[in-house]
């Protein structure tokens, strides 16, 4: 039973003939000091935490004082290195202008040599194309060839198979049954 103050102060206790029940009184002291005693180990409870806490954070500033010690100390070899690259950098531009001239030339001569490829390259493509076009025009001439053969067999076997009649249509009586000849 959790007794928080509000219940303490609101408790009223059954009088008797010789004043309070006993039995509910002791309980109630009980459960009052069952809860005091939760909250006196509660209360220890956070403060060790707090001291952990405490101690952690201790640590942390620590690494953090470190951090900023090892940052400062990257900063100044990064700037050195920065400078050394600038300069490095430089020497290499100047090489890089020296040989620009020679590799100027000889991209632009190897240029033309793929833009000769490229223009034979261009007629080959134009002859497999036209060589192409002529064997699809083929080849939907056969099609169509195919296709024209395939109705007339079909036309042929519609004629095989259609009845025929011992005598004119226009003389045959109406009334009459038809003889089949097959």
């Given at each position: 039973?959790?007794?928080?103050p509000?219940?303490?102060?609101?408790?009223?206790?059954?009088?008797?003939?010789?004043?309070?029940?006993?039995?509910?009184?002791?309980?109630?002291?009980?459960?009052?000091?069952?809860?005091?005693?939760?909250?006196?180990?509660?209360?220890?409870?956070?403060?060790?935490?707090?001291?952990?806490?405490?101690?952690?954070?201790?640590?942390?500033?620590?690494?953090?004082?470190?951090?900023?010690?090892?940052?400062?100390t990257?900063?100044?070899?990064?700037?050195?290195?920065k400078?050394n690259?600038?300069?490095?950098?430089?020497?290499?531009?100047?090489?890089?202008?020296?040989?620009?001239?020679?590799?100027?030339?000889?991209?632009?001569?190897?240029?033309?040599?793929?833009?000769?490829?490229?223009?034979?390259?261009?007629?080959?493509?134009?002859?497999?194309?036209?060589?192409?076009?002529?064997?699809?025009?083929?080849?939907?001439?056969?099609?169509?060839?195919?296709?024209?053969?395939?109705?007339?067999?079909?036309?042929?076997?519609?004629?095989?198979?259609?009845?025929?009649?011992?005598?004119?249509a226009?003389?045959?009586?109406?009334?009459?049954?038809?003889?089949?000849?097959?």
């Amino acid at each position: 039973m959790n007794v928080s103050p509000l219940d303490l102060r609101q408790q009223k206790f059954r009088s008797r003939l010789r004043g309070f029940d006993k039995v509910e009184v002791a309980s109630f002291l009980t459960a009052v000091a069952e809860d005091y005693e939760a909250a006196l180990r509660e209360t220890d409870r956070l403060r060790q935490d707090l001291m952990r806490v405490e101690a952690l954070l201790n640590e942390h500033r620590e690494h953090e004082r470190n951090l900023k010690n090892t940052l400062m100390t990257a900063q100044k070899l990064a700037e050195d290195i920065k400078a050394n690259a600038q300069e490095e950098a430089r020497r290499i531009v100047r090489e890089a202008e020296g040989r620009s001239d020679f590799l100027l030339e000889k991209t632009q001569s190897r240029l033309e040599d793929i833009q000769r490829e490229i223009d034979g390259l261009k007629l080959k493509r134009k002859d497999v194309e036209t060589s192409i076009e002529a064997t699809i025009g083929t080849l939907r001439n056969t099609l169509e060839y195919v296709h024209e053969q395939e109705a007339r067999e079909r036309d042929d076997k519609i004629l095989l198979h259609r009845p025929r009649y011992s005598e004119p249509a226009e003389s045959r009586d109406p009334h009459e049954t038809r003889k089949i000849v097959g």
